[in-house]
T-cell receptor, first 115, second 113 residues
């Protein structure tokens, strides 16, 4: 079974600064997707960014970007120019392309943004 | 504004009660999911329905009974629950396909007394 590890239970960043959240995963597959989801206090899980394993170029969505290291099985999320609204739980998730539907989640990182 | 709506937002029930959680998606998706989110644990996939057929059932106790009457609605029927079943229950939907991005509702916070 694939496992997803987020080694930072909590992180803190000041407004306007940059923070990087770590994620590693274990798989023997070559075709898969990786995701970062954000869960604010409202509880709704929101997709932040996704990365297809076959694409070498790192995905970017506005202030959010990833550092995808396929050989190292690492998928970190960088948040630039942090805003108060970025405070939330962040979950890394993995999905095999040919396995149907299952998303494997990490335990999450709680991000605190201070003024 | 969310494309996936869950009701109720909060639910308190006794161990002998019967209740149901409801999920509705307005995204035109063909797959729906139930997840359980407990403190300090990764999200656990419980059930998956694709085109109204159950395609995954991850060893969930029979006191949880899903129902998918159509592609837009998903229910989770609860009976004789245990206190350890207290958790946030999240519903998601997706269109399938290669990336199969799942979109989530805001969840039902369930407390079993």
């Amino acid at each position: 079974a694939q496992t997803v590890t987020q080694s930072q239970p909590e992180m803190s960043v000041q407004e306007a600064e940059t923070v990087t959240l770590s994620c590693t995963y274990d798989t023997s597959e070559s075709d898969y997707y990786l995701f970062w989801y954000k869960q604010p206090p409202s509880r709704q899980m929101i997709l932040v960014i996704r990365q297809e394993a076959y694409k070498q170029q790192n995905a970017t969505e506005n202030r959010f970007s990833v550092n995808f290291q396929k050989a190292a099985k690492s998928f970190s999320l960088k948040i630039s120019d942090s805003q108060l609204g970025d405070a939330a739980m962040y979950f890394c998730a993995y999905r095999r392309v040919d396995s149907g539907y299952a998303l494997n989640f990490g335990k999450g990182t709680s991000l605190l943004v201070t003024p | 504004e969310t494309g996936v709506t869950q009701t109720p937002r909060h639910l308190v029930m006794g161990m002998t009660n019967k209740k149901s959680l409801k999920c509705e998606q307005h995204l035109g998706h063909n797959a729906m999911y139930w997840y359980k989110q407990s403190a300090k644990k990764p999200l656990e996939l419980m059930f998956v329905y694709s085109l109204e057929e159950r395609v995954e059932n991850n060893s969930v106790p029979s006191r949880f009974s899903p129902e998918c009457p159509n592609s837009s609605h998903l229910f989770l029927h609860l009976h004789t629950l245990q206190p350890e079943d207290s958790a946030l229950y999240l519903c998601a939907s997706s269109q399938g396909g290669r990336s199969n991005i799942q979109y989530f509702g805001a969840g039902t916070r369930l407390s079993v007394l």
